[in-house]
Structure formats: C-alpha cells, structure tokens
C-alpha cells in the first residue's frame, strides 16, 4: 500500500494509490478519520478500512496538491547516522544516537517549495529515510521494533547551517517554516521489504551530491525504534527522520548551498522520489 495526504478543490484529505491513480480514503471515512494519522491509528486498534474494489479511481496523481504524507504528533530526527557524514563533520563516534527534534510546521509535500528565509545565507540538503509508527510503541525490543512500522518515505531535512551552528544545539537551523519535504506516500513494509541494500540518494540540479545504502546507517531501524522508545512512548503517525548520508552542501569545498530557482530530489529505492524547488521567502509562492 502506498498512502498518500493530498488537496484537491480546496479540500484536504487521504488515501492510497493504485499506480497514478488515487483512491481518497477521506471521502469514505474522513468524518470519523480526518486525517491518515488518525486512519493509522484505527488500523492499529482493529479497523479494517472500507472496501474499495480494485477498478475504482478517484482522481489521478495530476489532479491534486500533494501535502506532507502525514502531520507526525511527534517528529525525532536522527543526527550523525552515517560514518561518512559523521567523518566530513569531523564528530566522534558516539555510543549512542544524536536526537533532536522538529515542528509539524516546517513539513512540505512533493512539489512545494522550500522557502530559502531572507536571515540565512546557508540551506542545505540533507535526503533521509522517514519512518512512520503505526501502532503504539513503548519500551519495545529492537527484536520487535519492525512489527511496529507503519511505513516509510522519503525525508529532506532541509538545515540552515548558520542558524544551526551558531551553539551546540542543532534546534534552531532544523525548524524554519516550509523547510522539510516529507512524502510523496508512506510505502507500507510488505511493498519495500528489507531495507539494507536499498540506495539512498540526493540530487541537486540533477548531479548526485550524496549516494548510499541503507545498511550503512550507524544505527538501524530497529535500534533506533527501540532506544527512542525507552524514553518517549510514540503513537501511530509520529516519525522517525533516520539520518542523512555524506556529501551535504556545507562540507564541501567550496560549500554548496541551495538557492532560489534550485531544484532538489530525494530518492529511495522501493520507497520513492521526492523532488522540490527553492523559493525566496519574499516570492509570492512562498
């Protein structure tokens, strides 16, 4: 299954696609479930979902907006995951992951513009992994961790490097408005498979700028399910952002930083391909 959250005729909702075809979920069952966070959240206490048969199109993906897959309760970003980052950052190893965290309001979907703000000089790329939770997780063993996924999409935490590295807290350049693309659809576990040998990569103006699998993740999946867990219960729709490969813009010589008029994509294998333009802050469409 590959969810999706959408607008269309001024209207906002959810639901799955069949190739380019979409099925909206919200028109069946938004009064009781207005939102794929929620729908996930009755899937995980018994609701089977409405019969669709197999013939019936919606709309077509070139009808509707694209909105972030889903609007996370909780949004924990892995730092530092990937040895080749970790070492053109010149940070030491660590024992356990770096966390931080970002606000529901810096998301995007496929196709918005990520808004390059008039106080920074310094919008990088970052392409990631997204994990989203479908049933309530607390304290669960990296043995299970996996039973617990809802799904996976793609992810570009958008950082503003000038704002980011002003003090040791990463908070700051992680959470400007409309910086974050996460979608285009939540690509349940049984479509993806195992997620070791699946590439990861970012493209700027179509040159590769970072390229990688997902086995070279310092921590899993599972492990970083797990040790989020342990401190914070987490609930269907909450996401886990699992951390960017090497080659950003910032450590390269010289930096390389998106700009107005750029074009940005994310592409994992199975999962999907993201792609976003840059807009100033002062443009009409930001």
Known sequence: MRYISF??????????TRGRSVVDLGARVG?????????????????????????IEDYTLDDLEF???????????????????????GRAKLEFPTLFSRFADTLIGE??????????????????LAVVIGRPTHRVSRERALEFVAG???????????????????????????????????????????????????????????????????????AL?????????????DMIATGTPGGVGYTREPPVFMKPGDTIEVSIERVGHLTNGITDESSPEA
Not at 7 to 16: D, Q, V
Not at 31 to 51: E, I, K, M, S
Not at 68 to 89: A, F, S, W
Not at 195 to 215: F, H, K, P, Y
Request: charged share 15%; glycine share 10%.
């Open 111 to 128: 196709g918005a513009p990520i808004v390059h703000p008039q106080v920074s000089s310094q919008l990088d790329f970052e392409g990631e």
């Open 67 to 89: 909105l972030p897959v889903c609007q996370p309760g909780k949004i924990i970003c892995v730092g530092l995951n990937y040895d080749m980052h970790r070492l053109e950052t």
């Open 31 to 55: 009064d009781l479930l207005p939102d794929l966070r929620q729908y996930l959240d009755a899937l995980a206490r018994g609701f089977t979902g409405p019969h669709v048969p197999g013939l």
């Open 225 to 237: 399910i797990a040790y989020i867990s342990a401190f914070t219960p987490l609930s269907p729709g």
């Open 152 to 222: 996976y999409a793609c992810f570009n935490d958008g950082s503003l490097r000038d704002w980011q590295r002003r003090t040791s807290q990463f908070f700051p350049g992680k959470n400007f408005p409309s910086s974050a693309p996460f979608g285009p659809t939540l690509v349940t576990p049984d479509e993806v498979g195992p997620l070791r040998d699946l590439t990861i990569e970012t493209r700027l103006n179509g040159s590769v700028m970072q390229s990688a699998t997902l086995g070279q993740m310092i921590f899993s999946v599972e």
């Open 7 to 16: 607008r269309i005729g001024g209207r906002s909702s959810y639901g799955f």
